[in-house]
Nanobody, 122 residues
Framework: QLHLVESGGGLVQPGGSLRLSCAASGFTLDYYAIGWFRQAAGKEREGVSCISSNGGSINYSDSVKGRFTASRDNAKNTVYLQMNSLKPEDTAVYYC???????????????WGQGTQVTVSS
């Protein structure tokens, strides 16, 4: 069975940091771009970042640029999202998803994780 598993979410105070992990099960991530998306309660899903298969190209939404950093370790079949200077508006369920090549169109992704909750609150 092919799927992604996110981990690393939790409750953090404003200004704090978290690192999310996205691990693949049943397939290798070597040839896949990984997108990170988030969905806050009552809002539509939005793209946060996308990292190309070799990590050579990474893009970020304006809302997280300069605070979030995506990276990957293909040897571990895992992709990461380092989130610094977190704000209450970053509160959401975060998902990773895989497809060939980055895209901002979430429906085009082939594999999705179950999501991990990130809550930023004092």
């Amino acid at each position: 069975q092919l799927h992604l598993v996110e981990s690393g979410g939790g409750l953090v105070q404003p200004g704090g940091s978290l690192r999310l992990s996205c691990a693949a099960s049943g397939f290798t991530l070597d040839y896949y771009a990984i997108g990170w998306f988030r969905q806050a309660a009552g809002k539509e899903r939005e793209g946060v970042s996308c990292i190309s298969s070799n990590g050579g190209s990474i893009n970020y939404s304006d809302s997280v640029k300069g605070r979030f950093t995506a990276s990957r370790d293909n040897a571990k079949n895992t992709v990461y999202l380092q989130m610094n200077s977190l704000k209450p508006e970053d509160t959401a369920v975060y998902y990773c998803a895989a497809r060939y090549g980055c895209s901002s169109w979430s429906a085009s992704y082939d594999y999705w994780g179950q999501g991990t909750q990130v809550t930023v609150s004092s």
